[in-house]
């Protein structure tokens, strides 16, 4: 078996278990008290309630929207052995991008490592599409997780946001006032709200990145407010696209964003920005999406990053739930990202994480 602590997850032959899963017939075990101890504030979220009724599990934080967080989650997804694990799989840790960090250079790709990430970058792409077909009220962000999850493994894929800082889930479903980095849980998709899936998946050595907001049903479609920023996030981001070409200095991109976004009526997130994406899921350049940003670099073939802005439709400022991870709006207002992954060609940059022509989702005009 291997240890249920998700800031350890290594193989164990220990019987140390879980008394409150052992209840409900699941067996977690634990290596020792120590990983007991360490991950219980973690695994008791994945406990029902003694009445067995969906819960609030931070019913006293003062939540900005009408969004809350659906518990339990569900129980942490297995991989099976033959996958290949980034380094932090196991203990959460990405050591590798943490000691990256420190160098802050920009890597550029071989033609066959490009072929690799262009690969990777392809069925991602697949992936996101396919979850997003599932798309519809009533269906819960963790069963999107599962369908995501079991596309991954069959591909041989990782999915890279599990166990990343010990995210439990993974990929990323943002709804509504949701910047980014919501965690799947037991929350029905309604008529009328907009959600963000994000797909990072590791596969040959390298990781790819890419995210969508849909419309959910009609209603969505029909409210002139959530398509006004949904679209001009959409075309926020197509027009950053259209500027990346050797030469261009990473802090442009944040002038051509916010420019649309201002035009729009709507604004910038300052606190999450775009990235490098290749052995590691994030590192150098940042790419702010704001205005007047200082981003340090400078456009070159070979470099692979992505561009993914969130706009907002009232303020840019962000507050993190109690979950550590899941970012609001501070007003409660709407927040709609997309992101792709790019390559920096001889004269532009070849995006490989594109829509194909079966893709769901993609524009819709305004009202
Ligand atoms: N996919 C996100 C990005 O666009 C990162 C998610 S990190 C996670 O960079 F741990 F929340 F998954
Ligand atoms: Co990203």
């Given at each position: 078996m291997i240890c249920t602590s998700v800031v350890c997850g290594k193989e164990t032959t220990s019987n140390l278990k879980c008394p409150v899963c052992l209840k409900q017939g699941i067996e977690s075990v634990f290596c020792d008290q120590t990983c007991f101890r360490t991950s219980w504030s973690q695994h008791k979220f994945i406990h029902p309630q003694e009445d067995d009724q969906p819960y609030n599990p931070f019913p006293s934080f003062n939540y900005r929207g009408d969004l809350r967080p659906t518990y339990p989650l569900s129980a942490r997804r297995a991989i099976p052995k033959h996958i290949?694990?980034?380094?932090?799989?196991?203990?959460?840790?990405?050591?590798?991008?943490?000691?990256?960090?420190?160098?802050?250079?920009?890597?550029t790709l071989s033609p066959k490592e490009i072929d690799k990430i262009r690969k990777v970058g392809k069925i991602s792409r697949e992936i996101l599409d396919i979850v997003a077909g599932?798309?519809?009220?009533?269906?819960?962000?963790?069963?999107?997780?599962?369908?995501?999850?079991?596309?991954?493994?069959?591909?041989?894929?990782y999915p890279s946001p599990l166990n990343y800082y010990n995210f439990p889930k993974s990929f990323c479903t943002s709804i509504n006032e949701i910047i980014c980095h919501g965690i799947p849980d037991q929350t029905p998709l309604k008529d009328g709200d907009i959600v963000n899936l994000d797909v990072s998946?590791?596969?040959?050595?390298?990781?790819?990145?890419?995210?969508?907001?849909?419309?959910?049903?009609?209603?969505?479609?029909a409210n002139p407010e959530l398509v006004r920023l949904v679209e001009t996030t959409r075309e926020a981001l197509d027009l950053a696209i259209a500027a990346v070409k050797p030469g261009l200095a990473f802090r442009e991109i944040g002038n051509i964003i916010e420019a649309h976004a201002t035009k729009n009526n709507v604004s910038v997130v300052?606190?999450?920005?775009?990235?490098?994406?290749?052995?590691?899921?994030?590192?150098?350049?940042?790419?702010?999406?704001?205005?007047?940003?200082?981003?340090?670099?400078?456009?070159?073939?070979?470099?692979?990053?992505?561009?993914?802005?969130?706009?907002?439709?009232?303020?840019?400022?962000d507050i993190t739930w109690p979950d550590n991870w899941t970012s609001s709006t501070q007003d409660g207002k709407a927040s709609a990202q997309f992101e792709h992954m790019m390559l920096v060609t001889e004269d532009g940059c070849e995006v490989l994480t594109a829509r194909t022509a079966t893709s769901p989702g993609g524009p819709v005009a305004r009202i």
């Open positions: 290949k694990l980034p380094d932090y799989a196991k203990d959460g840790k990405p050591i590798s991008e943490i000691k990256n960090d420190r160098l802050g250079k920009i890597p599932h798309v519809k009220p009533g269906v819960t962000t963790d069963e999107l997780d599962a369908i995501l999850h079991k596309e991954c493994i069959k591909r041989n894929c998946i590791y596969y040959l050595g390298f990781h790819s990145d890419l995210n969508e907001t849909y419309y959910v049903g009609d209603k969505a479609k300052k606190t999450y920005c775009g990235h490098g994406t290749n052995t590691l899921f994030h590192c150098q350049p940042n790419i702010p999406h704001y205005a007047k940003n200082k981003a340090i670099g400078i456009a070159k073939p070979g470099m692979v990053f992505t561009i993914e802005p969130m706009l907002n439709l009232g303020t840019y400022k």
